[in-house]
T-cell receptor, first 114, second 115 residues
Framework: GENVEQHPSTLSVQEGDSAVIKCTYSDSASNYFPWYKQELGKRPQLIIDIRSNVGEKKDQRIAVTLNKTAKHFSLHITETQPEDSAVYFCAASQLTGGGNKLTFGTGTQLKVEL | EAGVTQFPSHSVIEKGQTVTLRCDPI?????LYWYRRVMGKEIKFLLHFVKESKQDESGMPNNRFLAERTGGTYSTLKVQPAELEDSGVYFC?????????????FGSGTQLSVL
C-alpha cells in the first residue's frame, strides 16, 4: 500500500518569512495530492490540492509543487502570518472514480512567530 | 451549508466499556469516511461508505470496531470492548459523488480517551 513521509515535524518561522513542508510517497500509481490545515481544536480543512498531470499549482500565498519522478511534493507558504500557525498534513491517493482513500503524512506543526 | 458534524466531541471511558461515535455528513454526500489519528502519528484510514454500503473497510483494526450507515445518511462507529490503544481522535469525512468527489470535507473529530 501507499506510504507517505512528511518533514519536518515542527517548523518555526518569523512572520513574513517563507515556509516549506516536504512529503514523499511510495506508490507511483498515486495521482492526487491534497494538503490539509488543522488549527487547534478545529477540523482539518483542504487548502490546496494537485493532480499528477500538473507540476505546480498556486493559490495566493500558497503553492504546491509535484515531482512525479522523485515521488515527492511540497507545500510552500510565502509571507507567513500568525494565522498560518497550525498543523499541516499532506496526503496521497489514487483516484479511481470509486472514492478517495487518502494516505496521510504525520503532520507538520508550523509556528509563525511575531 | 452545515459541515460534517461529529458527536460527541470528547469521550472518556474505561477499558472494557463500549463507546459509539456518530457522524452526520454534509447533506447529499454519498461518500462517508472514517479516519483515526493516534497521538502524534498520521491520520489513518478506517473505512469508506458509499451510501449505506461499505466500499472499503480495509483499515478497520479488528472486530471490536463496527461501523454502520443505515439509510445512507448518518454513520456510527462503535468500539466494543474498548482497549487502551483505541485512544485517539476519530475523524469523519464526506464527499459528493461525481467530478469533485476527491475533495473530502472533515468533521472536527471525536477525542476518545480509554483509561
Amino acid at each position: 500500500g501507499e506510504n507517505v513521509e512528511q518533514h519536518p515535524s515542527t517548523l518555526s518561522v518569523q512572520e513574513g518569512d517563507s515556509a516549506v513542508i516536504k512529503c514523499t510517497y511510495s506508490d507511483s500509481a498515486s495521482n492526487y495530492f491534497p494538503w490539509y490545515k488543522q488549527e487547534l481544536g478545529k477540523r482539518p480543512q483542504l487548502i490546496i490540492d494537485i493532480r499528477s498531470n500538473v507540476g505546480e499549482k498556486k493559490d495566493q500565498r500558497i503553492a504546491v509543487t509535484l515531482n512525479k519522478t522523485a515521488k515527492h511534493f511540497s507545500l510552500h507558504i510565502t509571507e507567513t502570518q500568525p494565522e498560518d500557525s497550525a498543523v499541516y498534513f499532506c496526503a496521497a491517493s489514487q483516484l479511481t472514480g470509486g472514492g478517495n482513500k487518502l494516505t496521510f503524512g504525520t503532520g507538520t506543526q508550523l509556528k509563525v512567530e511575531l | 451549508e452545515a459541515g460534517v458534524t461529529q458527536f460527541p466531541s470528547h469521550s472518556v471511558i474505561e477499558k472494557g466499556q463500549t463507546v459509539t461515535l456518530r457522524c452526520d455528513p454534509i447533506s447529499g454526500h454519498d461518500n462517508l469516511y472514517w479516519y483515526r489519528r493516534v497521538m502524534g502519528k498520521e491520520i489513518k484510514f478506517l473505512l469508506h461508505f458509499v451510501k449505506e454500503s461499505k466500499q472499503d473497510e480495509s483499515g478497520m483494526p479488528n472486530n471490536r470496531f463496527l461501523a454502520e450507515r443505515t439509510g445512507g445518511t448518518y454513520s456510527t462507529l462503535k468500539v466494543q470492548p474498548a482497549e487502551l490503544e483505541d485512544s485517539g481522535v476519530y475523524f469523519c469525512a464526506s464527499s459528493p459523488q461525481g467530478l469533485t468527489n476527491e475533495k473530502l470535507f472533515f468533521g472536527s473529530g471525536t477525542q476518545l480517551s480509554v483509561l
